[in-house]
Each structure stands twice: as structure tokens, then as C-alpha cells.
């Protein structure tokens, strides 16, 4: 009963502060620069508490942007080991969905879920701030249900 | 004396913070989600990147002159300044041959 009340009050604070770290798989930036503007004053995604980290090991969220290229495999997942339990990771953009235009080329893996697991995908070419901010809230939702939550998938907007 | 005068001694604070650190420690490991190792999880973090190492030694050898420089000239300054008995030939004398002293020293410490 006590455990049960004190996991609530901390998955009710990890909703309200959910911090990110944000990392460049291998996108073209288009999808990064719409991370940013969903970070900066117009749509201010700070107000709902989320923060952008400058290390891993103090992020919840990794927001992975582009498509997992050969290179960047090994670092992905360093960093992915550096964050800590509970984390999840939100593919952004249609290239860290699935590959994108890019899937298939010599020195593309695929899409993030191909190096991580992910837990939800924001599909979009680039991804629009409204759809990066739908997806972590449908994130965050599934947090209410479970510890671990399937992926969610968000509508483009 | 009060309890405030015995828990503001120094140790006795450093301990009474050990302990509520300690507590707090306890009372939160509870419910913390298990540490899974992971290769490279506890590496510094560089972007996933390996951080080269690099030997790094402080020279201060250009650095000392000009200490010593400034040292000796703000010393030379105040004991001009304060000079006792400040009055006389003999004293005027004093001062120039400290000056002169002063003077060898600055020219063996950059040019010795």
C-alpha cells in the first residue's frame, strides 16, 4: 500500500518533469530544428515541465531524430545505457520511424528501433512541433497504465 | 550552552548531514528502478564518444619571474614608502642602496 502510494507520487512527478535529452541519429536536421522550436518560446514546451538536458544520465526521454546510420549505431546505444531506469525513446520523424527515404542505403542501419527500443514514434517528414508535443503527452499517458508502455504512435499534425 | 552551539560545531554538522544523507538514501532505495549494466554506462559522456585521454602538466616556469618581478617591486614600494627615519642623508642613502639591491636582484632573476 505505501510502495503503491510513493510509485504514484513518483510516476505523477516524472509526468510533470519529464526531462529529454535530444540526439541526432543521422536526420538532415529538419526534424531537429522542429525539436527546438518546440523547445523555444513559440511553442515552449517547458511550461509541462519538459527540459532539455544537456547528458543523458539526467534525461528520461531520448528524443532520436534521423534515421540510425552504421557510424552512429554504437554511440546511440552508449548513450541509451547512459540514461537511467525508467527511459524511453521517442523516434522522431518519418526516417527515425522506419528509415525513411534513407532506408536501405549501404550505410544506414535503419530505423531507431533497429539499435533501441522506442516507445513511441512520431511520424512526419519533418515532424511538426504540435505532433512532437502529441507524442510525448501520449507518452506520458501511458505511464498512468503501466511502468512500461507500448508504443505510441502519434498522428501527424 | 544551547543545542544549536553543540550541532553548529563543524563535525558534529559534517555528521548529523552524513546521517540525514544517509536516511534519505534508505528511505528512497526503495522504490528505485534496478540499475541494468550496460557497456559503457559508466564511461564520461561525449556524445557516445570515446573521451581521449590527455596528460596534461602546469608549467608555471614562464610565470614565476613575473610573480617574483611584481613581488619584489610591491615590497621595494613599501619599504620606500615606510622608511624609518625617513629624514637625513644616511637615510636617502639607505634607500638607494636597498634600491640598488632591489635592482641586482630584478636583473639576475631575468638576466642571470
Known amino acids: ?157 | 550552552m544551547e543545542v544549536s552551539d553543540y550541532i553548529l560545531v563543524p563535525p558534529a554538522a559534517f555528521l548529523l548531514a552524513l546521517l540525514l544523507a544517509w536516511l534519505f538514501s534508505r528511505l528512497t532505495a526503495g522504490f528505485r528502478h534496478a540499475d541494468i549494466e550496460a557497456e559503457g554506462k559508466n564511461l564520461p559522456y561525449a556524445c557516445g564518444e570515446d573521451v581521449s585521454s590527455q596528460k596534461a602538466e602546469p608549467e608555471y616556469g614562464a610565470f614565476f619571474p613575473f610573480a617574483i618581478f611584481f613581488t619584489l617591486l610591491h615590497v621595494a614600494g613599501l619599504m620606500i614608502a615606510t622608511w624609518s627615519g625617513a629624514s637625513g642623508a644616511g637615510a636617502a642613502l639607505g634607500g638607494l642602496i636597498y634600491l640598488a639591491v632591489i635592482g641586482a636582484t630584478l636583473g639576475i632573476l631575468f638576466l642571470g
Open chain 1, 1 to 157: 500500500m505505501e510502495n503503491k502510494v510513493i510509485e504514484r507520487v513518483v510516476t505523477w512527478a516524472r509526468m510533470k518533469s519529464p526531462w529529454i535529452i535530444h540526439f541526432n541519429c543521422g536526420a538532415c536536421n529538419g526534424c531537429d530544428i522542429e525539436v527546438l522550436d518546440a523547445l523555444t518560446p513559440r511553442f515552449d514546451v517547458e511550461r509541462f515541465g519538459v527540459m532539455l538536458k544537456g547528458t543523458p544520465r539526467h534525461a528520461d526521454v531520448l528524443i532520436a531524430c534521423g534515421p540510425v546510420t552504421r557510424q552512429i549505431e554504437a554511440r546511440l546505444k552508449r548513450i541509451y545505457s547512459q540514461m537511467a531506469e525508467p527511459k524511453f525513446v521517442v523516434a522522431v520523424g518519418a526516417c527515425a520511424c522506419s528509415g525513411g527515404v534513407f532506408d536501405g542505403c549501404y550505410n544506414v542501419l535503419g530505423g531507431v528501433n533497429s539499435a533501441i527500443p522506442v516507445s513511441a514514434y512520431i511520424p512526419g517528414c519533418p515532424v511538426r512541433p504540435e505532433a512532437l508535443i502529441d507524442g510525448v503527452v501520449k507518452l506520458l499517458s501511458t505511464l498512468e497504465k503501466k511502468e512500461e508502455p507500448a508504443p505510441a504512435v502519434s498522428k501527424t499534425v
